[in-house]
């Protein structure tokens, strides 16, 4: 039932998340030697945002019943937090560079998976 809730909170910040990008402006510069991305976004949505987005990407690795995917969700929280204490200004991108170095673990586990089946 959780993650029901979890997977409708993720539905719901796609669906916030596309309305605004086609809403609003957004443009993206190169700013010491990052994407820096700049929108006009209203202020409610940086805050209750982060935490609903927060739920579905990191919350739901917590609940799966996959093997080790809860160490999924610890590099994934472990490279946010990371980013937004050193790369403030520049999260998307810093985070999008974490996420792709991560992504192998995701094909490690994807290999375990078929291996077990």
């Not at 029901?4 to 669906?15: C, E, H, P, Q």
């Not at 935490?51 to 609940?63: E, M, P, W």
Request: hydrophobic share 50%; proline share 1%.
């Amino acid at each position: 039932m959780i993650q029901k809730i979890v997977a409708g909170i993720g539905i719901l910040v796609s669906i916030t998340l596309a309305y605004f990008l086609i809403a609003f402006e957004m443009e993206a510069n190169i700013s010491d030697h990052h994407i820096a991305y700049t929108n006009n976004y209203p202020e409610m949505i940086y805050k209750y945002g982060a935490i609903l987005y927060g739920a579905a990407t990191i919350l739901s690795l917590f609940l799966s019943k996959v093997k080790r995917m809860w160490l999924l969700g610890v590099f994934i929280a472990t490279s946010y937090a990371i980013t937004l204490y050193f790369y403030e200004h520049h999260v998307l991108s810093v985070w999008c560079f974490f996420s792709s170095l991560i992504s192998v673990y995701i094909y490690i586990l994807v290999r375990g998976i078929n291996k077990t089946q």
